[in-house]
């Protein structure tokens, strides 16, 4: 599974010209190799394929990445051992990945190796990760399901008095419970005027009838995210409420019928963002309509104004148009959406009515 990958990834440094990349990001790591360690690099030619680490994951690598050929480190000496076998290499134009190196390990670097011999890169890993085999969308809708099942049950713990940071608790210890290794991230419990922050922290606040709650939580499924929002009424909601449900839910229908094969991140993006501004609430919806998720709950591509990608058969993205405002609270509705030859299929089940949800 891991050589078809890093097969693909040597076209890739073929047409960029590139005899080499360095692979330092840890989930770049994991998606080539299948080394899930916390510490090592790739170093991966025309012909070979090394996996640089020490004593902890000698084992690790021989269970996780057969196919990888195991430079051994000291404790302690990654840095010197990795320059060491780069040396050794001495390629004309070594790629490596410029999010995931440091000025200091960069500087080190080129204390051995000609400076004009490393070529940074962005996004080569990356790139090859945005398009799912059957294997890793197996993991996704196993990790979707997860969610689903957290967000049914935590609905029946929304009660007045119960805090944020309780719904929070509960929603990850499900999560676990139910077989994910671990929530996705850290499960958003946003009421009441809270929910105006998009990325709302969890807080003791106690939730009160007629509280707006945007719930947004995921699972991790070997390996794989899955992402959820949802949005409900404690009690009666009055008719702000319901109108401004009513858009979103509007915009994100009509955002999952524009997302498509050949559609670029603008143009879905666009979709959401224009019906939310004809009603008058451009400058409430102030993020991106959504992100592909696999190893990373973000990741490539991106669905924005200023993304520059396009939707492909095999992607996994969001889309999750959100109004918030502040002080009164806020809207996101999230589904997961695997993109098809014909269109797409909305892999997240868990209930979205049309109208606000009154618990
Ligand atoms: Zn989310
Ligand atoms: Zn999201």
Redesign the pocket.
Known sequence: MSSARVEALRKVLAEQELEGLVVTNRTNVAYLSGFRGSAGALIITADQQLVVTDFRYFTQVAQQAPDFELVKAEQGQHRETLIATLKDLNLARLGFEAQAVTVDEHNAWTEEIPANTLIPTTGLVEELRQIKEEAELTAIRAAVELADQAFAHILSYLRPGVTERDLAIETEYFLKRAGAEAAAFPPIVASGPNGALPHATVSERAIQPGDLVVFDLGAMKDGYCS?LTRTVCLGKADAMQQEVYALVYRAQVAALEAACPGRTGPEVDAVARNLIAEAGYEEAFGHGLG?GVGLEVHEAPRLSSTSEDTLKAGMVV?V?PGIYLPQWGGVRI?DLVLVTEEGREVLTQAAKPSILLEV
């Open positions: 992402d992100h969001t999750e999230e």
